[in-house]
């Protein structure tokens, strides 16, 4: 069993209380273990610690990274325009006078000659049966 | 400003507040970190979004426990550098550079990294451990003032995937080699896990070791 195994087996818990008490023996007399020892131990330190941070920094990142406050304001922004938008083209649903070209528009101004049409051949009639009457007097 | 009512802390209540582990101030070093960031880095870091991500990431790691081990701290209201000067610029300017050293590490893409084969540590005469240049490896870190610590930090930051993952599951998690090599199915046997596991904390401490030498000279 080399170094790091017995380092391994002793940070693990793995040793029995024997094998325990010969590690910390040896520790404070073989100076190359007690180097590899602290080492490791200082690895697994780093290792814990930045897994602490970058969970930290993710969860706070998860909202930062995707809406940083000035995206937030563009899309509010946005959403409101929008919601304007529909709410005005709803209270004022297919205006002739804001929807020009309209099949409306174009409904109401045949509407309007064939109208314009039946009045003059009213009239027509009207006055054509007048000078018959006046005729037949 | 986005948010008139949002309370702005100073550069020294944010440095003592993280010193102090508030979460709160830790919440708010990274909402300054990140603004600043976030609208800067575009210009600086030719990188897509989601390495500039990794890159903020990592520095504000890096910033953090700069804080906590007194890289930087507060006394008198006052910000100071590690070489107990007054701070001239702003913790965001600080932490930029942190940010261009890991742009810099990110554009390399080779890190202080020794290679698996490179590595030649081995018994000689003396009986003691030697690293690839011949000399012995120091016990650096068992000096408590010496900031080893930090290249340990960094190079456990630069490790391969599947080295952190291996280190992380075997030394923090506690897992046993089976059970580690149930979650990662790459592995065949035991044994070339453990092999793994090995090399992946020789390389780990070779590159402190090299980083650290670098860094005194």
Redesign the interface.
Known sequence: MNN?DLI?KY??GKMSPREVEKFKHDLHHD??L??QY???R???H??????E??R???S??RK??NS???RV?YWAAACMVLVIGIGVSLLHPYSSSTLPHSDFQIMSDKNKSETLQLRDSTIHQISSKDSLLHKLN | MIFPLRHKFSDAELVEGVFCKKSTMQKALFDHCWQYFDAHAENVFFASATDRDDIFQNTFITLWQNIEHRKIYVENGVVFSQDGLPFRGTVTSYFMGIARLKYMEFVRSTVNWVALDEVHVYSSTDGMKHSVDGEPITNEWLDTENPMWEVVAECVAELPERCYQILDLFYVQGKSLDLIMDKLTTFTSKDALKTAKNKCLTRLRQSAIELYKTRKI
């Open positions: 790091q391994d940070l693990q100076r190359e007690y180097e602290k080492f490791t200082s690895v697994r780093e290792i814990r610690d930045r897994n941070k970058l930290s920094v993710k706070w990142g930062s990274f940083s406050p000035l304001v």
